[in-house]
């Protein structure tokens, strides 16, 4: 395992516990990409590069370049040579022309795996990882690509990123930096992304590629609720246990492009990076761009692999926070119990009550700060309303604190409302267009953060904050996406670094507040679930995975997000009925095992809320607890989908080592006439005895997962139900 060249055939090997991936390089020093797939346990050639072959007449007799550039599967191709299918670099040199051709020059082959400037990284001991770096150059720019491959062999991952380095003396500007590609013969793909909106984010969608193009992206300065930074290509017989799967993620918050692309010669090229649209990065003399990380990996086992491999990888390898693995505090967010109607007393008075019903801690969402009693006010403007804080913030955390509950508190820090204090003062601090108006959204604009000073005032805003009373917990919301892209001090050549900028300036805020705050449980969230990715997964352990808290609506947000995602990182609340969004009603069990899939809390005025819903709320903060060390390092897997046209939802939690599994089960619409379901489960010990909690009842291993575990399809919709198997001794 790991990784190897082989000189003789200028191959490099990377090796994971279940897969290799081979690179080859072509006699004129292309980096040419061989094989990704099942592990190959005997070497490994290059003919699959086809270097001989002539695809079409006129290059009969011998290679031509435009023909052969146009067809060889590459690693990293850049634009404007004769590879006409979507190029990952291009490069525009001092004259003004756009063309680049990569050349190798040397490798490094080291244990361990550095990080990434400013942004975002997986990371490994040196025995858990092992990178390559390919250094390619164009001769004529004098431009240095550094292309950066990390083996994670326990998780069957590989890491890319890309570095380029100006080291020439002329001025070159990069209008595409993409994070990594993967050419490969077509196998009938289809390509599964996650898709949807404000309210419906991450929902699955599967379909066969064709011809030409086809993308997910995001040109909204995030990485959104509409499409999501993950791509799979997958063959067609592929399940949740059997096919083959390609896919990728990518560890950055900002603008991206995802894309398969069927070229003529029936080839699929998958590449993703930051969207080359509003993109344009200035390289003078001697300086370098990093481009950030993409996450692959393969299963030759379908999307249930797929998906323990990323789950493992995140929790292992970028995952940071100290609170992963700790007894996450079963919150109470007032968000949809008060809106902005709130002062300290009615915060005092759900304390109190969520104290005697066992949550541990009190989050103050959107409100209490500035002039805001609605949302068209006061972002960038972070002084205490003492009109509804009335006795002042330390205050108000001392009382929660006595109540015997932690203390959480809301921020926007990456935004400013017109009516503001802040925007009187530095109007130019919204991102705008010179001499434009720029548009307003939930009628705020976009702190500029690409311009130093404003991410100093913004961090110190909430750093003073946090600083002045013991708040465990900060929900860092960002309520609407960028457009008027313009910054006010950047020059005419650097408008289109502005968007980028801008991703790094909410990456130093976040890594300057967990560094300064060690302790704190950072949640993210944006307008709901727009902000789910893997580079915010870098600095906060869990996400706000959607405002939509309807049980039914978060069985597909959570099966798409958990697609990708460890369930430990995905922000679930019970809220009220009907619930605010859709209406529905649901019953108070099913809304809380549906949320204990993630971050457990509550989000309704428990002052409010019928007694016999308010008496079962302690048994749920326990059952949370029982089974969070399992929920948070155990396997999943997906038994049953609702959103794939089930009338029912399952998800099974397995422990690593089979000696329990947690089954939920959801009964979305009852059947009329129809016999019980065998829930077939996995993960289990076959010859091993289970029994299930609660019960006498005993089954072997192989039983529960050959034959199944029955559900009866009882009277009622949106009825849930838990049974957790417990290994014999
Ligand atoms: C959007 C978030 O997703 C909600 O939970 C809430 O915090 C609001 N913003 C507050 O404005």
Redesign the pocket.
């Known amino acids: 395992m790991g990784i190897k060249y082989v000189e003789e055939k200028k191959i490099f090997h990377l090796d994971t516990g279940h897969t290799t991936y081979l690179i080859g390089l072509s006699p004129e020093g292309y980096v040419g990409h061989i094989y990704y797939g099942r592990r190959l346990k005997s070497g490994g050639s290059n003919y699959l590069l086809r270097m001989n072959e002539a695809p079409f007449t006129p290059s009969v007799r011998e290679r031509e370049k435009a023909s052969f550039m146009d067809f060889f599967p590459t690693e990293y191709p850049a634009g404007g040579v004769g590879d006409y299918r979507e190029s990952c670099l291009d490069v525009r040199s001092a004259s003004g022309s756009v063309g680049c051709e990569l050349i190798f020059k040397e490798y490094r082959i080291f244990r361990g795996k550095p990080g990434l400037a400013g942004l975002p990284a997986s990371f490994g001991r040196e025995g858990e990882v092992e990178t390559l770096e390919l250094v390619c150059e164009d001769a004529l720019l004098k431009l240095e690509v550094t292309l950066s491959y990390s083996v994670f062999a326990d998780t069957d991952v590989i890491t890319r990123s890309v570095r380029v380095e100006n080291r020439g003396e002329e001025h070159l500007k990069l209008e595409k930096v993409y994070s990594a590609c993967l050419d490969m013969d077509n196998r009938e793909f289809e390509m599964l992304t996650l898709v949807g909106s404000w309210a419906r984010e991450r929902h699955i969608q599967r379909g066969r590629i064709r011809c030409g193009k086809q993308m997910v992206s995001s040109t909204k300065g995030e990485s959104s609720h509409q499409e999501h930074p993950f791509l799979a290509l997958v063959t067609p017989e592929t399940t949740e246990e059997t096919g083959e799967v390609y896919a990728m993620n990518f560890v950055y918050s900002g603008n991206f492009m995802a894309q398969a692309e069927l070229s003529q010669f029936r080839q699929v090229r998958m590449t993703m990076g930051i969207h080359a649209d509003y993109f344009c990065w200035n390289l003078r003399p001697g300086e370098s761009f990093q481009a950030p990380e993409a996450v692959l990996t393969y299963s030759a086992e379908g999307l249930g692999r797929m998906t323990r491999n990323f789950h493992d990888f995140y929790r292992g390898h970028l995952i940071r926070s100290p609170h992963q693995y700790a007894k996450r505090p079963v919150l109470i ?1 007032n ?1 949809e119990a008060t809106y902005f109607d709130f002062n300290s007393e009615k915060l005092l008075e759900i304390a109190r009550e969520a104290k005697k019903a066992g949550i541990e801690m009190l989050v103050m ?2 409100g209490w700060f500035g002039k805001r009693n609605f ?1 068209d006010s006061s972002l960038g403007d972070w002084t205490v309303n003492e009109e509804k804080i009335t006795s002042g913030l330390p205050d108000l955390v001392r009382k929660v604190n006595e109540i015997g509950l932690q203390f959480g508190i ?1 921020f ?1 820090p990456e935004m400013i409302s017109p009516d503001s204090e802040l925007y009187r003062k530095h109007p130019d601090w919204a991102i705008q267009i010179a001499g434009r108006t720029p548009a307003q959204s939930r009628t705020q604009y976009v702190l500029d953060l690409s311009r130093k000073e404003i991410v100093d005032y913004a961090y110190n805003c909430v750093a003073k904050i946090l600083r002045s009373a013991p708040i465990a917990y900060v ?1 860092w ?1 960002m ?1 609407r996406q960028l457009c008027d892209i313009g910054g006010a001090c950047l020059d005419r050549e650097s408008q289109g670094e502005l968007m980028h900028r801008y991703v790094l300036g909410v990456y130093e805020m976040q890594e300057r507040l967990v560094t300064d705050f060690p302790e704190l449980l950072l949640e993210n ?4 679930g727009a902000r789910f990715d893997p580079g915010m997964l870098y600095y906060s352990p869990q996400i ?1 995975c959607s ?1 939509n808290v309807d049980a039914v609506e978060r069985l597909r947000i959570q099966e798409g997000t958990a697609l990708v995602y460890p369930l430990s990182t995905m922000g679930a609340h019970v809220g009220d009925c009907p619930n605010h969004i859709v209406g529905r009603n649901t019953p108070f069990d099913t809304r809380a095992h549906v949320a204990m899939a993630g971050a457990f809390g509550y989000e309704l005025d428990i002052t409010k809320i019928a007694e016999e819903e308010r008496a079962k709320i302690p048994a749920q903060v326990e059952e949370y607890h029982r089974y969070q060390p399992l929920m948070q390092r155990g396997d999943y897997y997906r038994l049953a989908s609702w959103s794939m046209e089930k009338p029912y939802d399952c998800w099974e939690v397995a422990s690593k080592d089979g000696s329990e599994a947690l089954v939920t089960f959801v009964q979305v619409l009852a059947e009329p006439n129809v016999h019980s379901y065998a829930l077939r489960l996995k993960g289990l010990l076959a010859q091993a005895e289970y029994v299930l909690e609660g019960t006498d009842q005993t089954w072997y291993g192989e039983e529960l997962m050959q034959c199944g575990y029955l559900v009866l399809s009882g009277q009622g919709d949106f009825r849930s139900s838990r049974y957790h198997f417990v290994k014999k001794q």
């Open positions: 967010n968000w969402d959107d949302d809301w926007e929900k919301d309520n969230c944006s307008g709901g706000w405002d």
